[in-house]
């Protein structure tokens, strides 16, 4: 799917992702092989492509692969990694949930979406929204509890989340997660945000 991009769109994502010749420029591997990698499913495809056809990526895009001892062992990794995140927080993660977000992460969106592209990351960002999700569908901003949860995740996953292009908006069918889960409740609840209103922030759900 081609979706137009603005000036806006090109200088966020060029200021924030590097082209495939850039991200070998100090490896091994040549622009071929790396491009390789992502035909075989090995490592995730580009989250965006200019109007040129020139791929972007992020510049943790090799990260995994080589805390992981090499590219053939990723997704190994990958599972054994969320899986463990998943564990920590008392909500062990399916086979299908597993290969679910492995398939996720082979599409590149997560780095459209996440700072830093961890298996730990992307189980913590869809932890946050969940909860987020079932707070806000039973809002309570009159009870501390609730606002000093609802404070805590919105800070946590604000901290996980890039900006987002603004294109992202058109492809991804409507308001991103940045959008819906942190700028609008933060103007929707402003007391939960304000000093003193909603509690000390903790750190995320490991």
Not at 84 to 106: C, F, H, I, M, N
Not at 178 to 196: M, S
Request: glycine share 6%.
């Amino acid at each position: 799917m081609n979706i137009p991009m603005t000036e806006d769109d090109l200088t966020y994502i060029q200021a924030n992702y590097v082209s495939l010749p850039e991200l070998v420029a100090d490896r091994a591997e040549s622009v071929e092989e790396a491009r390789a990698l992502v035909q075989a499913r090995k490592l995730p495809a580009a989250p965006y492509v200019l109007p040129d056809g020139t791929e972007m990526f992020p510049r943790d895009w090799f990260v995994l692969a080589d805390e992981s001892g090499g590219v053939d062992r990723v997704r190994s990794e990958f599972e054994r990694r969320f899986r463990a995140a998943a564990d920590r927080a008392g909500e062990p993660a399916s086979e299908e949930t597993v290969a679910g977000e492995w398939k996720a992460y082979l599409g590149g969106l997560y780095a459209v979406c996440l700072r830093q592209v961890t298996p730990e990351n992307i189980f913590v960002k869809e932890h946050l929204v969940q909860r987020l999700t079932e707070l806000l569908a039973s809002p309570r901003p009159e009870d501390v509890n609730w606002r000093m949860r609802l404070r805590t995740d919105v800070d946590a996953l604000d901290r996980l989340e890039r900006p987002f292009a603004p294109c992202d908006r058109l492809r991804l069918g409507g308001p991103v997660t940045r959008d819906r889960l942190i700028t609008d409740v933060r103007a929707r609840y402003p007391e939960c945000f304000a000093r003193g209103g909603g509690g000390a922030s903790v750190v995320a759900p490991a």
